[in-house]
């Protein structure tokens, strides 16, 4: 379980992380996301005890970082590829760790297996791809058994397989019951992984939800309408509206009307009542990518806010 109690990061007059209260669960994907700049990865040092926070607190299992027993078997990391030295050998680098850990050599070899580095592991860092060194990145994080597991950006510059390996691991590492904090820019990708997402803008965090839950309400539908004559069609379906509020009628930039609050039969019937003619009528879902970036953009203003909130 990961815990942050009104977490705040200053650098100068730049506030990284601002005030961000939440708990990660274990025994689920947690997504983190946020745009670049966010203060995901400031966050995630600060559970590390990487970063000092100017406020608040970054706790692990109810401790911080430099409380745990023993660190590295209660939290593994995969902040960013490339820590391990590029003249040692991958199982050298992991062989070095297990040593400090007080780790059998048989753990290493274990875990290259896991990442599928074992052909590999007696090449020297330095000659890996972004993929095999992300690979050691997970089984660095994996050496010692831990429980939470924060990966940041996990997926950056993998090819198709490694990301779906990426995922197949992230999915099993929670079914297993571990605490798993994924972060990424990308609604796209963390959509696919995780159970539940945090949503952080600016240093905000605003939203705190499961996935399911912000699909259904983020994911509002509409209709499409495309009419020569759009005038009075927008003046009609305004009409039939009157002062129901969940109505309204915008013109998109290719001349359609989008018509939220009414079914494409409505809508169609309306045309037909007030005789304009429509060439095209469809209904469409607005994508949770969209949403996320329309959320995240005006985040600054914005305090967390629950799926139902952000659309009321
Ligand atoms: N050491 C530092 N000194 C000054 N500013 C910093 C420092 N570290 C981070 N920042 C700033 O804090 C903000 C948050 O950065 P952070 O790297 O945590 O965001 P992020 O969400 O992880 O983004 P990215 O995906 O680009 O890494 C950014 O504006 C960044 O420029």
Same mark, same amino acid.
């Not at 007696?122 to 791809?129: A, C, I, K, N, T």
């Not at 002062?243 to 969940?246: I, L, P, Q, S």
């Given at each position: 379980m990961l815990t942050a109690d009104r977490l705040t990061k200053r650098h100068g007059p730049r506030t990284a992380v601002d005030g961000l209260s939440f708990t990660v669960a274990p025994g689920r994907v947690t997504g983190f996301l946020g745009p670049n700049g966010a203060g995901k990865t400031t966050t995630m040092r600060m559970f590390l005890d990487l970063v000092r926070p100017t406020s608040g607190r970054a706790l692990v299992d109810g401790r911080r970082y430099g409380e745990l027993a023993w660190p590295a078997r209660e939290v593994g990391a995969l902040l960013e590829a490339g820590s391990a030295h590029p003249g040692r050998t991958g199982r050298a680098h992991l062989r070095a760790k297990a040593h400090v850990c007080g780790l059998p050599r048989i753990r290493v070899e274990e875990v290259l297996d896991e990442v599928g580095l074992t052909a590999a592991a007696?090449? *020297?860092?330095?000659?890996?791809?972004l993929g095999m060194r992300q690979r050691l990145g997970v089984a660095d994080a994996l050496l010692a058994d831990p429980g939470v597991l924060l990966f940041d950006e996990p997926v950056n510059g993998l090819d198709l397989d490694g990301v779906r390996w990426m995922r197949e691991l992230t999915r099993r590492l929670a079914d297993q019951g571990r605490t798993v904090l994924v972060s990424s820019h990308l609604m796209s990708e963390v959509e696919q992984v995780a159970d539940h997402l945090l949503v952080v803008g600016r240093g905000r965090l605003v939203a705190d939800a499961p996935v399911q839950e912000l699909i259904g309400a983020w994911s509002h539908a509409h209709v499409v309408v495309h009419s020569p004559r759009p005038g009075p069609l927008r003046q009609c379906l305004e009409r039939a509206a009157g002062?129901?509020? *969940?109505v309204r009628v915008e013109t998109s930039g290719d001349g359609a009307l989008r018509v939220f609050g009414l079914s494409p039969e409505r809508v169609g019937d309306l045309a037909h009542e007030a005789g304009t003619p429509v060439h095209g009528l469809w209904s469409q879902r607005a994508s949770l990518e969209q949403a996320y970036l329309e959320l995240t953009e005006n985040s600054v203003e914005h305090e967390a806010r629950t799926p139902e909130e952000v659309h009321a």
């Open positions: 007696g090449r *020297r860092v330095g000659g890996y791809s002062t129901d509020a *969940r």
